[in-house]
């Protein structure tokens, strides 16, 4: 079995189901892919994320030894290792998925539109039936029982006339499954740490301040402003934007001690990715220092600074408050010691790379530890890095650190080969 659907878990399902071991791949949200979905161009190469993450996506939900379970989540498990039995919920998506033929009628229709903080990160909007991107694998609609005007108000029912197949189904329920699996790879990934926990950004109240994901999410063709880099609050270009780095990360007094390891690189591409869209637009950017560690990373860092018109500033934030239509970022440039303020039209906050907050009970559920941040722990810093204290189980991606696309990509492969040489090894003692 493999939890949570993100690219080092995809990496470990597709590893595993092509060397001929069945997979059981369990998602809580309606569609695979995890973060990626949500990000436009990647570094160090601004490829972009749906064409690199497509084919995986797709290739997973067709191979004939991965059995996909999204909006699903684990809930018990019983058993020993080579013999787990794992019970999972299937949340009700509201529309018969067998019968939907993914033909978007529904999502076109519906009247109702949400705001919502978790995908889209309050960037844009998406309907009351919908699914997660139009590239969505499996291509079939959730209703979001909150928001549904039939659900809450009685009224509409627009998506249930329009079907062309009849597949609305309001009054379908949660059920629950129980599956029988030798070996367990967790890569539930990550979330990014709440701007409302943080005094000195203006607790998220201060409009346009936005975070990273947000950034993806505005410059990403298929997001919200199809690409456009707009203010949330009124719309506007922005003519000037301040990206701010270790927002959150690298300060043990008031938030997290660790580094995030993605937030230079993505800054650094955020703010050129601004600059490709909006060329006499000013960026700044805010750091501690750089760190660029990965393969051609440097290199990315060294063309932003020198060739993409980008303003580095070494400083430290105290303060960001709106003043009229602007919003004042004061800290202190930390080479020169003098005060530092800066009035731009947009902030982008850099925000540390935190565990999901269910990541901890699911540890629990399945026996195995997490650090005191709340990641997965692994059995051996050095020795262990993706196995656990329980045999059989086995931890990939964000879900055990902070890291990039192409190390979530090797760490899934690597929990794919130890779950591989785990079952190899219950083969041989049962012969
Ligand atoms: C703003 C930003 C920009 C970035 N840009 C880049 C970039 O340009 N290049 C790059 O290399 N990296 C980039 N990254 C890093 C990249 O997003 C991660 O490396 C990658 O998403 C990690 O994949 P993952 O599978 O470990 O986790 P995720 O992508 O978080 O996937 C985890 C999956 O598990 C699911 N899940 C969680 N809990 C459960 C549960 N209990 N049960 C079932 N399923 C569950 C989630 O829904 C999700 O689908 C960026 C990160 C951020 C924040
Ligand atoms: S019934 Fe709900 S989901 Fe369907 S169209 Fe109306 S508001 Fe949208
Ligand atoms: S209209 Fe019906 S068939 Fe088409 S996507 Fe919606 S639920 Fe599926």
């Known amino acids: 079995m493999v939890i949570g659907g993100g690219i080092s878990g995809i990496s470990a399902a597709l590893d595993l189901a092509d060397a001929g071991t069945e997979v059981v791949m369990v998602e809580r949200l309606p569609s695979v892919g995890g973060r990626m979905l949500q990000l436009s161009e990647t570094f160090p190469t601004l490829d972009c994320a749906q064409c690199t993450l497509t084919p995986r996506t797709v290739e997973t939900g067709q191979h004939p030894n991965i059995k996909l379970l999204t909006y699903s989540e684990v809930v018990e498990m019983h058993g020993e290792p080579g013999n787990f039995r794992v019970k999972i919920k299937r949340k009700a998506p509201k529309v018969n998925w067998d019968d939907c033929t993914g033909c978007g009628a529904c999502q076109e229709k519906c009247p109702k539109l949400v705001t919502t903080n978790f995908f889209e990160r309050s960037v844009g909007t998406k309907k009351a039936i919908y699914t997660l991107s139009p590239q969505a694998i499996p291509n079939k609609p959730v209703i979001d029982v909150e928001n549904c005007r039939y659900l809450t108000e009685g009224k509409c029912g627009v998506c249930s006339k329009i079907c062309p197949v009849g597949a609305i189904r309001y009054d379908q329920e949660d059920y629950y499954v129980e599956e029988e699996v030798a070996a367990i790879v967790v890569a539930t990934g990550f979330d990014l740490y709440p701007i409302e926990a943080m005094g000195e950004y203006g607790y998220g109240k201060v409009p346009d301040v936005i975070d990273g994901l947000a950034m993806e999410r505005m410059c990403s063709a298929s997001g919200p ?11 506007k270009v922005p003519q000037s934007i301040v990206f701010i780095q270790c927002v959150g990360s690298r300060d043990p007094e008031h938030h997290k001690p660790y580094c995030s390891r993605v937030c230079c690189m993505y800054t650094a591409k955020h703010a050129r990715l601004y600059k490709h869209k909006v060329h006499d637009g000013k960026a700044f950017l805010l750091y501690m ?3 660029s560690t990965g393969k051609g990373y440097e290199e990315f860092i060294q063309q932003s600074t020198e060739e993409e018109g980008l303003i580095y500033l070494r400083g430290r934030v105290s303060r960001i408050y709106r003043e009229g239509d602007k919003i004042v970022v004061w800290g202190a440039d930390t080479i020169s010691g003098e005060a530092l303020r800066i009035d731009a039209d947009m902030v982008v906050l850099a925000t540390a790379i935190v565990p999901n907050p269910e990541q901890k009970a699911l540890a629990e559920t399945l026996g195995i530890e997490t650090d005191e941040h709340g990641f997965l722990k692994e059995a051996h810093y050095k020795t262990g890095p993706i196995d656990t204290v329980s045999k059989g189980i086995f931890i990939a991606g964000c ?14 492969s690597a929990a794919a080969s130890r779950a591989q040489a785990f079952l190899a090894r219950l083969r041989r003692s049962a012969a």
């Open 399 to 412: 879900a055990q650190g902070a890291r990039d696309i192409a190390d979530s990509v090797a760490h899934g």
């Open 225 to 235: 402003t199809a690409g456009e880099v707009r203010r949330p609050s009124d719309g």
């Open 289 to 291: 220092d750089i760190r």
